[in-house]
């Protein structure tokens, strides 16, 4: 954990919330000048803090209408199983993001898709076809009540 002044979490909560802000913008928002502004950005950049600035996309609009949550147990448990599983998940796109468990299950992947045939085609080709994958169990979501990618930082 990295220490950060109150500036600093103004800064980035304001990038969270849009990273298209200029850093004359940001700066006028947290009321101190541009040049320091663009110095503390840049410290949260090399710390790692700011991991990277992306454009968040519309799936409904995409017709990416299906939203699962698959708990996931594995046939055969030890490290090199648990990482192996964890890098063939990494590299399917209808994964969007994966969490071990700790509890009955070992891990929840929220995963993407068109419909539910394409969801049907995601677990028959890929899930079950990853190795040692025992069960998966699949939680389809109905109606979406928030969706949120900003942090809950903390702005004095």
């Avoid at 929840?108 to 045939?117: A, E, G, N």
Wanted: hydrophobic share 45%; with cysteine; glycine share 4%.
């Amino acid at each position: 954990m990295i220490d950060l002044a109150a500036t600093d979490l103004k800064i980035l909560d304001a990038l969270q919330q849009d990273a298209s802000l200029t850093t004359n913008e940001i700066a006028q928002r947290v009321n101190i000048s541009q040049s320091p502004c663009w110095r503390r950005i840049s410290r949260l950049e090399e710390s790692g803090v700011i991991l990277r600035k992306v454009s968040l996309l519309d799936r409904e609009k995409l017709g990416m209408d299906v939203v699962v949550f698959a708990t996931i147990n594995l046939s055969t448990q030890g490290r090199d199983n648990l990482e192996e599983f964890e890098r063939e998940v990494e590299i399917l796109p209808e994964v969007m993001e994966c969490y071990t468990m700790a509890g009955t299950w070992d891990y929840m992947l929220k995963i993407v898709v068109k419909d539910i045939r394409q969801y049907e085609l995601f677990v028959r080709e890929k899930l079950t076809k990853l190795a040692h994958v025992g069960e998966v169990h699949s939680h389809i979501a109905v109606t979406e009540i928030k969706n949120s990618t900003a942090l809950p930082i903390e702005v004095v």
